[in-house]
Structure formats: structure tokens, C-alpha cells
């Protein structure tokens, strides 16, 4: 499934499965499997920005933890560079919606947390100095130079995000995994971390993988844009996007390459959504199953019906 | 350690002064029942049975009121005025008899407290880190958590006689269930996404322990630690007034004992002021570590 023109993949998904233990409760004493995802197989090229979309509950959160080596899948396998994801590792970086930022460190220590035991070039622990310099260096990097010594409840959520971020790039990683992380944030503010992820993207030459809910921010971000049918989580469609010439100073999201690219990406998250419900999937009991799912009967009709 | 001897001429100080004056302004039992109130008379009769003081001897006094002590010839106050224990207090720094008792004092509850320390925060972590540990402890931990220190203290003395060990021992035993409880408590309400995204960063589970578990959990821990410092003095005064040839508890019975009254208040208000200083400096540190916590109450409004 490699997108045509680009290289030797720097991330493959095959055929990864993942099912969850539903815990037992007085209405279904048993417990039950849940499929969060089902045969996803994707491969992603060194330096690629690819967006993940798709339905809430469509397992985009239990693929990125399997990317991330925080949770295993039960089918498939992830390589990296053609090696099994077998754990975390400093190849990959982990941005979360919630920030996740240890609120006893300032800003500094937060972005020079993932240095500590870390290694410089000349294969020797970085010292305290050089852990320092580098937080100062990646805040600047995200905007933030002048609040290092803040800590996480003396910050904005806008600044919090950009301290994670800034967090996972002094990690140095060639991957960066990010889920949903502008969510929470007001829309000047995400437009503005957008750009900015954009512009760091660009000069870092990172592979990035960003999901999100927001089919603007998707389209507009990402080269690819991976759409996930509802639960269980599989590969619905990749829809390749180019809006043209980005450098200029015009408003792309008005442009017609993007509300055409936008109206792809909605057709077909909006087909899950009523796929869904004609499956009786609005009936989603809180165990997590859906008694009536037929989802292997359903034949897959979707590609070329959009746009 | 050395064994201060207490001075046993009691009658020759001079304080028969005081007890006019203490006659003199409490005479409305109103104007000084407070300092009174904070006498305590544990075993107080068979003490006096023992030093053949004679059963029909007024032993307890009630609050605020005079008592008659034989041997001495003249009324004796049980609440001397204020100056006669600054006094007495001043005499026993003096002749260094109080830091004797002090260090003595100060040396056990110190080791307990650091024995409890860390060895209920490094116990609380594993409990709280591994669910098989917490059901195989659990039932015993609740147990021992409701059995008062002081009731336990004959059983400790028995085992392992009147001397340091035993104290220490005590103290710890005290100290220990806050702070364990504490520990247990601040990792299990800890954010699980900030273990993930430790994890995330490549962290081995010894430097999660030590970089997030711990530091997220050290404001409720010197919760614990807080309450512990209070009850390990508590404790080991009450341990020292039942058996031991130093240290506060042992200067306050002592003192009581040998109708030395006014040293008796001055080994309380050391006791008092020890514990004031001691909060107050556990208070400090544990500001100094939970600086990271958002302002809650007024100061945040
Ligand atoms: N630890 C777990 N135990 C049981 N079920 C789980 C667990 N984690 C996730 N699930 C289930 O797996 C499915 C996918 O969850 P996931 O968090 O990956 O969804 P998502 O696509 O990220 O949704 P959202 O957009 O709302 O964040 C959901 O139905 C969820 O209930
Ligand atoms: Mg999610």
C-alpha cells in the first residue's frame, strides 16, 4: 500500500489486530472480546506527514500506543527501519491530547526529561549544561524562550502543548506520534501550532504521524490522509493530498484544491457514520459490543464513491 | 550514654516563693486552669504507693487545684507561675541536663523515624506498584494500622527490653502506617498518562519509581510524614515515662516523681516547643516539594 514515488518505508503496519477484554458487569457477567482493530496494514515513508482519522472508539489511540511500543498487538507486527517494534524506543516520540507534563518539573526539566541518561554524540551521558542548553534550544524552537523556569500550572494550554512538543523533539526521534494534540486548544491557537508543526516539520525532516478528529486540520497538515472505518478499527481508505504551493501567503483553506480534498476526507468518514447506524452500531452498549454488528457481510463499497 | 541524675534536694530550691505567688494569684480558680490541664498522672498512684507516700495522699488533683505534699512542709503548688518553669528550665540548660535529655530524646526519634520513613515509602511503592503484594500484605497491614503504637509498647518492651532498641523500635512502628498509608495513597491516585508517556520516553521501570511514581506522590507522602513526626514524638514520651534513664518523658516523670514540679513544666514546654518545631520544619519541606501544585483556597482566588 506504499503511495507511489516514495522510498523504502520508514514505518510498515502488517496486518495488525488488537482485542481488548471487555470486564465483566452485572448485565453481561461473562465479559466479552472487543475488536479495536482489524487487519491494518499501512506503510509510511521516511519523512512523511500522515494524518489518521476516523470515527471516535475506531482504535486510532490503541494504534498509535501499539506504534509507540506501549501496548502489543495481539496479530501483525510494526517495524521501524525494517526492525520489530518490540518497546518503546528513541526512534519514536509520543505527543499527547493531554500534554502529559510532569507538573513537579519546570518547563526546562519537562523538555530535558527524555535527555536524562541519554547519550551525545561522543557516546557519553550528556551533562546537566548540555541536557540545560538543549531544553533552552527546543523551547525557543516552539516559541517558549523566556519560560523555562515556569512550571505546568503557570502555563497556558496552548504553551503546555508547545513544551510537549518540545519535549518529544529534544528526544531526537526520526518518528513523532502524535494524538490529537492541538484538541483541546482554542482555533487561533491550533492554527498557529499547526503552522508552526509545519514549519518545524519541514526543517527536521521528521516522519510524523498525527491523528486527529478534525478533517480540516487533517487535510491541511497531512501529505496522506489515513481514514479508519468505525469500530472495529480497519484501513477504510488513504487519500493522498495536494494542495499545491504552500509556501504562499494566500489562505489555504479556502483554496479550491482543499475544500475539494476536505469534502473527500467528509464523504467517507460520513459514510461510517451512517454505515453505523444502519448496522444498529448506534445501539453501542456501554460493554463496548454492538449485538447486531455485521460486519463481514458489509461489502466494502467505498473506494471511488467520494468527491 | 550518660545517666543525668536528677537533684533530689528538692525542699532546698527556692521556690516556696513561687508557691505564695501561685496561692496568691489563683485564688479564682478561673485565672489559671489552662497550664493545669495539661498535666497527665499515668500510674500515678502505684508510683506514689511505691515511694511509700502513703495511700491517703490527695494523688490525682483535679484541675486547678492544690494539692498538699508531705516532706517538703508547706503548701505545694501543682502550677507553679510561669517565671519558676522558665527558671527551672533555665537551671536545667545550665547544668546541661536537658540537652542530655534532649539528645537522648532527639537520637531515637530520629533513628525511628528515619527507619519508618524509608522503609514505609519504599514498601508503600511496591504495594501500590504490585496488586499481588497489596492482597498478600493487605489483611496484616490492617491489623497492625489498628492497633494503637502505646497499646503495643508492653509487648515491645518485652521483647526487646527497656533499652534503645525497644524505643526505637516503637517510634518506627508509629511512624511507619501514616506514611505507608500516605504512599500508597499518592501513587494510586497518580495520572496513569504520565506513566505511559514516561514510558513513551524509553524509561526502565527503576527510573519511573524514581523520576515520576516518587515525585508525584512526595506532597501526599509528607502528608504522612507530617502526621508521623507528630506521633512519633507522642509515642516516644509516653515510651519514655514507662521505662528509660533519659530523655523528655523520662525528665517529666522523674521530675514529677521527686515533687520537682516546676522541672516537670519545663519538660513539658520542651516537649511542646520540640513538637512545634518539629511540624514547622516538616511543614516547610513539604512545601518546598509540592511548590508544583496549583494554589488551592484563598490564595487562589
Ligand atoms: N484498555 C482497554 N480495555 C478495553 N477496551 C479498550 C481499552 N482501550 C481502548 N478500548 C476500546 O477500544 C476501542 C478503541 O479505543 P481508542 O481509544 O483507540 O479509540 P479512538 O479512536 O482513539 O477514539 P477517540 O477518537 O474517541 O479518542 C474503544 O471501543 C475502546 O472502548
Ligand atoms: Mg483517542
Redesign the pocket.
Known amino acids: 500500500m506504499t503511495a507511489p514515488g516514495y522510498p523504502a518505508p520508514k514505518i510498515s503496519l502488517r496486518h495488525i489486530g488488537k482485542e481488548?477484554?471487555?470486564r465483566p458487569t452485572k448485565e453481561n457477567p461473562q465479559g466479552s472480546r472487543?475488536t479495536?482493530l482489524q487487519d491494518i496494514s499501512l506503510e509510511v515513508a521516511a519523512g512523511e506527514f500522515l494524518t489518521l482519522v476516523?470515527p471516535?472508539?475506531?482504535?486510532?489511540?490503541?494504534?498509535l500506543d501499539i506504534l509507540a511500543g506501549l501496548t502489543k498487538p495481539d496479530n501483525g507486527q510494526v517495524l521501524v527501519d525494517g526492525k520489530e517494534v518490540t518497546g518503546p524506543g528513541r526512534d519514536r516520540a509520543v505527543v499527547f491530547q493531554q500534554y502529559a507534563l510532569f507538573p513537579w518539573r519546570t518547563a526546562a526539566a519537562n523538555v530535558s526529561f527524555g535527555l536524562e541518561g541519554a547519550t551525545g554524540l561522543d557516546g557519553r551521558k550528556l551533562s546537566r549544561s548540555q541536557r540545560a542548553e538543549k531544553a533552552r534550544e527546543y523551547l525557543q524552537l516552539v516559541g517558549l524562550a523566556g519560560f523555562e523556569e515556569r512550571f505546568p500550572h503557570e502555563l497556558s494550554g496552548g504553551m503546555k502543548q508547545r513544551v510537549a512538543i518540545a519535549r518529544s523533539l529534544a528526544y531526537e526521534p526520526d518518528i513523532l506520534l502524535m494524538d490529537?494534540p492541538f484538541a483541546a486548544l482554542d482555533a487561533q491557537t491550533r492554527e498557529q501550532l499547526q503552522d508552526e508543526l509545519l514549519r518545524i516539520w519541514r526543517s527536521t525532516g521528521k516522519t510524523i504521524i498525527f491523528i486527529t478528529?478534525g478533517i480540516d486540520e487533517a487535510v491541511y497538515l497531512g501529505q496522506r490522509v489515513a481514514v479508519l472505518s468505525s469500530?472495529p478499527?480497519r484501513l477504510k481508505q488513504l487519500v493522498d493530498i495536494d494542495l499545491g504551493d504552500r509556501d504562499g501567503d494566500v489562505d489555504l483553506r479556502s483554496g479550491a484544491a482543499f475544500v475539494e480534498h476536505r469534502h473527500r476526507v467528509w464523504s467517507l468518514l460520513h459514510e461510517e457514520v451512517l454505515r453505523a447506524q444502519e448496522a444498529g452500531h448506534a445501539k453501542i452498549q456501554p460493554d463496548?459490543s454492538a449485538p447486531d454488528e455485521t460486519w463481514d457481510a458489509t461489502p466494502q463499497t467505498t473506494h471511488g464513491k467520494a468527491a | 550514654m550518660a545517666t543525668p541524675t536528677l537533684t533530689k534536694t528538692a525542699s532546698s530550691r527556692s521556690w516556696k516563693v513561687g508557691v505564695g505567688e501561685f496561692f496568691g494569684n489563683c485564688r479564682g480558680v478561673t485565672s489559671c486552669p489552662t497550664l493545669s490541664s495539661l498535666v497527665q498522672y499515668p500510674a500515678r498512684k502505684g508510683r506514689a504507693r511505691r515511694l511509700g507516700l502513703g495511700s491517703n495522699h490527695p494523688v490525682p488533683a483535679p484541675v486547678g487545684v492544690r494539692t498538699r505534699v508531705p516532706g517538703t512542709g508547706g503548701h505545694q503548688g501543682i502550677l507553679p507561675p510561669l517565671h519558676e518553669v522558665l527558671n527551672a528550665l533555665g537551671s536545667l540548660i545550665s547544668k546541661g541536663q536537658l540537652q542530655t535529655h534532649l539528645a537522648a530524646s532527639l537520637t531515637r526519634s530520629a533513628s525511628g523515624f528515619e527507619i519508618a520513613v524509608v522503609t514505609a515509602v519504599v514498601l508503600g511503592l511496591l504495594v501500590a506498584w504490585y496488586r499481588s503484594l497489596d492482597r498478600f500484605l493487605n489483611p496484616l497491614l490492617e491489623v497492625f494500622r489498628n492497633t494503637a503504637a502505646l497499646a503495643l509498647l508492653p509487648v515491645f518492651t518485652l521483647l526487646l527490653g527497656i533499652g534503645e532498641i525497644s524505643k526505637i523500635s516503637i517510634v518506627a512502628y508509629a511512624a511507619f502506617f501514616p506514611v505507608l498509608l500516605n504512599t500508597i495513597a499518592g501513587v494510586r491516585t497518580m495520572d496513569p498518562l504520565l506513566i505511559r508517556a514516561a514510558r513513551s520516553l524509553g524509561l526502565s521501570n527503576f527510573r519511573l519509581f524514581q523520576k515520576v511514581i516518587l515525585p508525584s506522590a512526595v506532597p501526599t507522602i509528607f502528608t504522612g510524614i507530617r502526621m508521623a513526626g507528630t506521633s512519633s514524638i507522642l509515642v516516644l514520651i509516653a515510651a519514655e515515662m514507662v521505662g528509660a534513664k533519659a530523655g523528655l518523658g523520662y525528665l517529666i516523670v522523674n521530675s514529677q516523681m521527686s515533687f520537682l514540679i516546676p522541672d516537670m513544666y519545663a519538660g513539658i514546654l520542651t516537649v511542646s516547643l520540640l513538637g512545634l518545631l518539629v511540624n514547622y520544619l516538616l511543614v516547610a519541606v513539604e512545601r518546598h516539594f509540592s511548590r508544583w501544585r496549583t494554589a488551592v483556597g484563598s490564595q487562589s482566588l
Not at chain 1, 56 to 63: F, I, M, V
Request: overall charge positive; cysteine-free; charged content about 15%.
Open positions: 481488548f477484554t471487555v472487543l479495536a476516523g471516535s472508539g475506531s482504535g486510532k489511540t490503541t494504534l490529537e478528529h469500530r478499527g463496548g
